[in-house]
């Protein structure tokens, strides 16, 4: 994604605070249920990055119930055309080209980290259905660790985070969402960056399958 675009993200705090009620309250009718599990697990200060499961186009509308304060959203460029692009503008997206991604955006990204954002990241890279959780790439674990070197190596919580719609993501269906303790690189150091990396991106692909499978055997 070309530098320019990541230009035109204008986050507007009064059109966010405006629309945070009547979210919460389309969400309430829509839905039969939204269960949400380990909220104690999800920090309340400091730079953090969210790290969902990606089952459906609903998943950023539900996650926004986890926090009062704004969540920032990596979101893939296609989504960023007409109205719907200047909305998502305006509450928190920024978007990345998942075909081709630029510098552009992980800088970004890092740039609300240094800010002591709360920054969702989806670890699959799209969303994914047909599988628990799809493996896992280190490019997630990278942008941590140089997120973490930016701000002078201090550890930035990972959340884990699993998703579950009953039958389906659709008018009335019960939502789930389950939060993992957080994970820090600090605990999968290894000889180099790019092993750490590896590591890292390992453990929260295992957090984010115990979480599945969890709520699979409750639902």
């Given at each position: 994604?070309?530098q320019?675009s990541?230009?035109?993200?204008?986050?507007?705090?009064?059109?966010?605070?405006s629309?945070?009620?009547?979210h919460?309250?389309?969400?309430?009718?829509?839905?039969?249920?939204?269960?949400?599990?380990?909220?104690?697990?999800?920090?309340?200060?400091?730079?953090?990055?969210?790290?969902?499961?990606?089952?459906?186009?609903?998943?950023?509308m539900?996650?926004?119930?986890?926090?009062v304060?704004?969540?920032?959203?990596?979101?893939?460029?296609?989504?960023?055309?007409?109205?719907?692009?200047?909305?998502?503008?305006?509450?928190?997206?920024?978007?990345?080209?998942?075909a081709?991604?630029?510098?552009?955006?992980?800088?970004?990204?890092?740039?609300?980290?240094?800010?002591?954002?709360?920054?969702?990241?989806?670890?699959?890279?799209?969303?994914?259905?047909?599988?628990?959780?799809?493996?896992?790439?280190?490019?997630?674990?990278?942008l941590?660790?140089?997120?973490?070197s930016?701000?002078?190596?201090?550890?930035?919580?990972?959340?884990?985070?699993?998703?579950?719609?009953?039958?389906?993501?659709?008018?009335?269906?019960?939502?789930?969402?389950?939060?993992?303790?957080?994970?820090?690189?600090?605990?999968?150091?290894?000889?180099?960056?790019?092993?750490?990396?590896?590591?890292?991106?390992?453990?929260?692909?295992?957090?984010?399958?115990?979480?599945?499978?969890?709520?699979?055997?409750?639902?």
């Amino acid at each position: 994604m070309a530098q320019d675009s990541l230009s035109q993200v204008a986050f507007s705090p009064w059109l966010y605070w405006s629309l945070l009620p009547v979210h919460r309250l389309f969400l309430s009718l829509y839905f039969s249920q939204i269960r949400i599990q380990g909220l104690e697990y999800l920090p309340v200060n400091g730079p953090v990055v969210l790290a969902p499961k990606h089952y459906s186009r609903w998943d950023p509308m539900v996650l926004a119930l986890l926090s009062v304060a704004p969540l920032w959203f990596m979101t893939n460029a296609n989504q960023f055309s007409g109205i719907q692009g200047w909305f998502i503008r305006q509450l928190g997206a920024f978007p990345v080209d998942l075909a081709r991604p630029q510098v552009s955006s992980f800088k970004y990204a890092i740039g609300l980290l240094k800010d002591q954002k709360k920054l969702v990241l989806f670890p699959e890279g799209g969303i994914v259905r047909d599988r628990p959780v799809r493996p896992l790439k280190p490019g997630f674990s990278r942008l941590v660790l140089q997120a973490e070197s930016a701000l002078g190596g201090v550890g930035i919580p990972v959340v884990p985070i699993a998703l579950n719609y009953r039958p389906d993501p659709v008018f009335r269906a019960t939502v789930t969402i389950h939060i993992a303790p957080p994970l820090y690189s600090a605990n999968y150091r290894q000889n180099s960056e790019k092993q750490t990396a590896q590591e890292f991106t390992q453990a929260l692909q295992a957090a984010l399958e115990r979480g599945m499978e969890e709520l699979s055997v409750k639902s």
